[in-house]
């Protein structure tokens, strides 16, 4: 069993910074596979950017590559998100999310473990 615990969120004007960690209680933090999620209301969940806790392996969507990065620390069992030049399009629930080995992948389906998720809003 994997617990995750998000942290960072809040409201932002566009154009402005926030980032986004999760924790996770593994043992084996290095064999998770990772992602960002993300939900506004009335939409689908969509998978933002995934990595893998192995080899750094990254993945971003179109819609926030060259603004979101993903990084982790193994020392400290944690993921996190910068997103910068947030647009309102950004705002949603962010959830982190981890599967143990494999290869990444946006599938929401295959991700076993899920945090209580953060709120981002982006307004002026």
């Known amino acids: 069993e994997v617990r995750l615990v998000e942290s960072g969120g809040g409201l932002v004007q566009p154009g402005e910074s926030l980032k986004l960690t999760c924790t996770a209680s593994a043992s084996t933090f290095e064999n998770l596979r990772v992602g960002w999620f993300r939900q506004a209301p009335g939409n689908d969940r969509e998978a933002v950017s995934l990595i893998s806790c192995f080899d750094g392996t990254t993945y971003d969507a179109d819609s926030v590559k060259g603004r979101f990065v993903i990084s982790k620390d193994n020392a400290k069992n944690s993921v996190y998100l910068q997103m910068n030049t947030l647009k309102p399009d950004d705002t949603g629930i962010y959830y982190c999310?981890?599967?143990?080995?494999?290869?990444?992948?946006?599938?929401?389906?295959?991700?076993?473990?899920w945090g209580q998720g953060t709120q981002v809003t982006v307004s002026s």
């Open positions: 999310a981890a599967f143990e080995g494999g290869y990444l992948t946006t599938r929401a389906a295959a991700y076993d473990y």
